[in-house]
């Protein structure tokens, strides 16, 4: 099975390359803006790495990595709300355009099934907690907005291309 992680040098994204690459031809995208390389060390030389920017690289590039692949688990994006307010536009970039131009190059390239990880920011300051899944969305930063636009696009994706997609909505991860 092929399987692309993008954001695979992240945290979350190298705790999932780590427990995906022994079983499956494994490629990573990551351009290492908030992930870093000794994530992924101790197995890199099993996998194949691809350092760059889904949201500004040539789509050719993208279709090179991902034609034949069987899932993605889209992570790449970048996270917090205090810079996301000093910068909006590189958020949209990062969130939105490059969760765009992955989604394109599925298209393109007849890969069936996409797992993106959304935030659990769309909701706001939430009412009620714990927040459940059917809570009002309500985003009040830029980078809870990017990330549901980015949602909103793979589910969009879904309904009219016919991918395969799930959508998680993570709130604090930690640990290993």
């Known amino acids: 099975m092929k399987i ?9 994204g190298s ?3 780590e427990s995906l690459y022994k079983n499956s031809d494994l490629h990573v995208i ?3 803006s908030t992930g870093h390389i000794e994530n992924i060390n101790k197995f890199k030389s099993k996998i194949s790495f691809h350092n760059f920017d889904l949201s500004s690289v040539n789509e050719n590039k993208i279709d090179d990595v991902i034609k034949g692949s069987d899932i993605i688990f889209h992570l790449a994006a970048l996270a917090d709300i205090v810079p996301s307010m000093q910068f909006p536009e590189k958020y949209y970039n990062a969130n939105v355009t490059g969760t765009l131009k992955l989604l394109q190059s ?3 390239n007849k890969v069936p099934k996409i797992i993106y990880t959304a935030s ?5 300051i939430p009412n009620r907690y714990p927040t459940k899944e059917t809570a009002g969305i309500n985003p009040q930063y830029p980078y809870a907005l990017t990330k549901r636009i980015g949602e909103e696009l793979v589910l969009h994706f879904s309904k009219v291309y016919g991918l395969n997609a799930s959508s ?6 930690y640990g290993p």
Do not use: E, K, Q
């Open 30 to 32: 990551d351009n290492l």
């Open 106 to 108: 599925m298209v393109r």
């Open 168 to 173: 998680l909505r993570f709130f604090n991860v």
């Open 120 to 124: 659990s920011s769309c909701y706001g």
């Open 4 to 12: 692309v992680i993008t954001g695979g040098a992240g945290f979350i």
């Open 15 to 17: 705790h999932l390359a």
